[in-house]
């Protein structure tokens, strides 16, 4: 079964506003998860590291302001992205590990549509 | 150069036929190789998970890593149309909490 639950799956909403997209790891603590984004016929791109407790890690590139990370407990993460424009429409998902040199599980994804 | 080569298909085989997916790369500090199964619009399904050189089976799925050729695969035998799919292979440096490198994804269609 699922070991990492994302949610919601899907999201449409108007250009300007805000959307947090919720990972939670199932039956395990995670301290560490990943969140990554993406496009149509594409492998995923790595956004960024969630660590409980602190300040994520964002790739080069990623918007740290436009992509709000929270880590606060050892089972969620939620990223949020702010003021999504049309641009900003994507395939978001995230995984976690369920330890030191276990595998990363991933969520089932959420499909993010702004108009 | 990219650090994980995969062709991306598409790929399509008749169903019953052995299916060979690969990917090569160039660190060679890569210790931990993963493939992963993606329909659409969902996440990645982790389906095997190899640590170093050498051989994991586990059902269809057999999981080949030459770490001194920098490649490794993923072997289906009698595939099936429910393996129809986009196949990610990927690696990290150590176990867990380090940051994944994907391939591009290979695409398969098994067809009856």
């Known amino acids: 079964g699922a070991v990492v639950s994302q949610h919601p799956s899907w999201v449409i909403c108007k250009s300007g506003t805000s959307v947090k997209i919720e990972c939670r790891s199932l039956?395990?603590?995670?301290?560490?998860m990943f969140w990554y984004r993406q496009f149509p016929k594409q492998s995923l791109m790595l956004m960024a590291t969630?660590?409980?407790?602190?300040?994520?890690?964002?790739e080069q590139g990623v918007e740290k302001d436009k992509f709000l990370i929270n880590h606060a407990s050892l089972t969620l993460s939620t990223l949020t992205v702010t003021s999504a424009h049309p641009e900003d429409s994507s395939f978001y998902i995230c995984s976690a590990p369920q330890g030191v040199n276990q595998p990363q599980h991933f969520g089932d994804g959420t499909r993010l549509s702004i108009l | 150069q990219k650090e994980v080569e995969q062709d991306p298909g598409p790929l399509s085989v008749p169903e019953g036929a052995i299916v060979s997916l690969n990917c090569t790369y160039s660190?060679?500090?890569?210790?931990?190789f993963m493939w992963y199964r993606q329909y659409s619009r969902k996440g990645p399904e982790l389906l095997m998970y190899?640590?170093?050189?050498g051989n994991k089976e586990d059902g269809r799925f057999t999981a080949q890593v030459d770490k001194s050729s920098k490649y490794i695969s993923l072997f289906i035998r009698d595939s099936q149309p429910s393996d129809s799919a986009t196949y990610l292979c990927?690696?990290?440096?150590?176990?867990?909490?380090?940051?994944?490198?994907f391939g591009a994804g290979t695409r398969l269609a098994v067809h009856p």
């Open positions: 660190n060679s500090a890569f210790q931990y």
């Open positions: 969630s660590n409980e407790g602190s300040k994520a890690t964002y």
């Open positions: 990927a690696m990290c440096f150590s176990g867990g909490y380090n940051k994944l490198i």
């Open positions: 039956d395990f603590q995670a301290t560490t």
């Open positions: 190899t640590y170093s050189s």
